[in-house]
């Protein structure tokens, strides 16, 4: 008799009882994130979260834009000197060396904005704050990349755009469609070739093991070499900037072509498999690096 009360009490409770609701199907993959578009989407969003970041101090972010732009003019105004007393430097003229150093100003300008990041990997190392990026899903190498921004680029650009548009209505250029394309590839190349050589150079750290680290700052002072044609640092240094850091291919050897100076300036158009094989050096590099890496201690 209990045992059929038992039985009576259940069956309402069973009798009302719902069913289980379905569960929702799961979200379709973004496509953005998937593959290359995934590094591609992730770069301009920390891209975009560091402007943010950087113009929230409206007076810093003016300051560094405006002495960005004042330190590259410098420059301008010594060749401004220079060629008021001689008429061009065995053939090239005063406004084909400022288009010259109007692209290394826009590929510095561009390097800054977007990859000032590489510039941290000491303090990275030495802070500990590489392992959360290697504990990520993420590339490290976006990461320490895109680890901040300069404002300085962008004065850097802006003043190299004026430069290049300014100089480039001043040389006695026949511009065909091959040239027209070549410039802004070459710009890339030239972006590329800059940020693969302090990349590899500021991954000197890994061995090191200084906090701050002098060796990716002779490196990048090289490039000051390429603001004017080589040739009249003498052959030496010519040599060391095509074949030992390609530097000469950011500036020298594509303004050699485009305004006809020496039949090997057709090299220029190796600037992109240049840029490509620093890219990939610089790769291996950092991740040789990542073996002598063991954290930064207690």
């Given at each position: 008799m209990?045992?059929n009360?038992?039985q009576?009490?259940r069956?309402?409770s069973?009798a009302t009882?719902?069913?289980a609701?379905p569960?929702?199907?799961?979200?379709?993959?973004?496509?953005?994130?998937?593959?290359?578009?995934r590094?591609v989407?992730?770069?301009?969003?920390?891209l975009?979260?560091n402007?943010?970041?950087?113009?929230?101090?409206?007076v810093?972010s003016?300051?560094?834009?405006?002495?960005?732009a004042?330190?590259?003019?410098?420059?301008?105004?010594?060749?401004?000197v220079?060629?008021?007393?001689?008429p061009?430097?065995?053939?090239?003229?005063q406004?084909?060396i400022v288009?010259?150093?109007?692209?290394?100003?826009?590929?510095?300008?561009?390097v800054?904005?977007?990859?000032?990041?590489?510039w941290?990997?000491?303090f990275?190392?030495?802070?500990g704050?590489l392992d959360?990026?290697?504990?990520?899903?993420?590339s490290?190498?976006?990461?320490?990349?895109?680890y901040t921004?300069?404002?300085?680029g962008?004065?850097?650009?802006?003043l190299?755009v004026v430069?290049?548009?300014?100089?480039?209505?001043?040389?006695a250029?026949?511009?065909?469609?091959?040239?027209?394309l070549?410039?802004p590839v070459?710009?890339?190349?030239?972006c590329?070739?800059?940020?693969a050589?302090?990349?590899a150079?500021?991954?000197?750290?890994f061995?090191l093991?200084?906090?701050?680290n002098?060796?990716?700052?002779?490196?990048?002072?090289?490039?000051?070499?390429v603001?004017?044609p080589?040739?009249?640092f003498g052959r030496?240094?010519?040599?060391?900037?095509?074949?030992?850091?390609?530097?000469a291919?950011?500036?020298?050897v594509?303004?050699?072509?485009?305004?006809?100076?020496?039949?090997?300036?057709?090299?220029?158009w190796?600037?992109?498999?240049?840029?490509?094989?620093?890219?990939?050096l610089?790769?291996?590099?950092?991740y040789r690096?990542?073996?002598?890496?063991d954290?930064?201690?207690?």
């Amino acid at each position: 008799m209990e045992r059929n009360r038992e039985q009576e009490t259940r069956r309402p409770s069973e009798a009302t009882a719902k069913p289980a609701a379905p569960r929702d199907p799961a979200p379709a993959p973004d496509p953005r994130l998937a593959g290359p578009g995934r590094t591609v989407y992730l770069f301009f969003r920390f891209l975009a979260q560091n402007t943010k970041i950087k113009l929230e101090y409206k007076v810093d972010s003016l300051i560094m834009f405006v002495s960005g732009a004042a330190m590259q003019a410098l420059g301008f105004m010594f060749l401004s000197v220079l060629f008021s007393r001689i008429p061009s430097i065995r053939g090239w003229t005063q406004w084909e060396i400022v288009w010259m150093l109007a692209i290394v100003f826009v590929s510095e300008g561009l390097v800054s904005f977007a990859f000032e990041g590489l510039w941290q990997m000491a303090f990275l190392v030495n802070t500990g704050d590489l392992d959360r990026m290697l504990l990520r899903p993420v590339s490290p190498i976006l990461q320490i990349l895109t680890y901040t921004m300069g404002i300085h680029g962008i004065g850097n650009m802006a003043l190299g755009v004026v430069l290049l548009v300014v100089s480039t209505s001043r040389v006695a250029v026949a511009w065909t469609v091959a040239k027209i394309l070549f410039v802004p590839v070459f710009i890339v190349s030239a972006c590329a070739i800059r940020t693969a050589v302090s990349f590899a150079a500021n991954c000197s750290t890994f061995w090191l093991k200084a906090y701050f680290n002098a060796f990716p700052l002779m490196i990048y002072q090289l490039a000051d070499f390429v603001k004017y044609p080589s040739f009249i640092f003498g052959r030496a240094v010519e040599a060391f900037v095509f074949f030992v850091i390609p530097y000469a291919f950011i500036s020298y050897v594509p303004a050699t072509w485009l305004f006809g100076k020496a039949p090997w300036g057709v090299w220029a158009w190796a600037a992109p498999a240049v840029a490509l094989w620093c890219v990939v050096l610089a790769r291996a590099v950092f991740y040789r690096g990542l073996r002598e890496y063991d954290g930064s201690g207690n």
